[in-house]
T-cell receptor, first 116, second 114 residues
């Protein structure tokens, strides 16, 4: 089973709202990722968690706040977003053996976010 | 620094024709290379990957890719296109050990003509 699930599938929010995106995997993977994808572009890495600790933050604005409550769950908390933040937000996971090996990333279906 | 170039942002083929999507990479270390497919409004699905074993890699849905070190290429092929192959295809290289990052190409949109 190589399934990564994401909820909600679609989200519309105003610039003053607070919302959260959720990602879940049950493959025993210990690395989880958030990507942002604009139309007709490749995914852009936002955050990487390794063993529930934030490993990489690609200089993402603080209005995006990631959280990894356990090894299966990854959240992305959204607050005071701008219209240009509208995009497809993808979650991914990989095995991450912790020995610096390059692992395959498995992606979820994404959350389509529209900020009004 | 590693990079990935996908030649042709749009490729059109007739149903039943050969599919060839091009990917060239630059890397100072032996690369790990991946092809992903993305259908409209969906996430990325792994088609196949090269991790320094066999140079000809077979993937899902009849796709395969050949790693050619001398040409720094990892082109994706399928002998006979099907209408359901219409999608966006991304080539990616995994940056060297320890940083977990993928470097994605800009993508190729495949259109299949009836």
């Amino acid at each position: 089973d190589t399934e990564v699930t994401q909820t909600p599938k679609h989200l519309v929010m105003g610039m003053t709202n607070k919302k959260s995106l959720k990602c879940e995997q049950h493959m025993g993977h210990r690395a989880m990722y958030w990507y942002k994808q604009k139309a007709k572009k490749p995914p852009e890495l936002m955050f990487v968690y390794s063993y529930e600790k934030l490993s990489i933050n690609e200089s993402v604005p603080s209005r995006f706040s990631p959280e990894c409550p356990n090894s299966s769950l990854l959240n992305l908390h959204l607050h005071a977003l701008q219209p240009e933040d509208s995009a497809l937000y993808l979650c991914a996971s990989s095995q991450d053996l912790g020995a610096g090996r390059r692992e395959t990333q498995y992606f979820g279906p994404g959350t389509r976010l529209l900020v009004l | 620094a590693q990079s990935v170039t996908q030649l042709g942002s749009h490729v059109s083929v007739s149903e039943g024709a050969l599919v060839l999507l091009r990917c060239n990479y630059s890397s100072s270390v032996p690369p790990y290379l991946f092809w992903y497919v993305q259908y409209p409004n969906q996430g990325l699905q792994l088609l196949l990957k090269y991790t320094s074993a066999a140079t000809l890699v077979k993937g899902i849905n009849g796709f395969e890719a050949e790693f050619k070190k001398s040409e720094t290429s990892f082109h994706l092929t399928k002998p006979s296109a099907h209408m359901s192959d219409a999608a966006e295809y991304f080539c990616a290289v995994s940056e060297k050990s320890g940083t977990y990052k993928y470097i994605f190409g800009t993508g190729t949109r495949l259109k299949v003509l009836a």
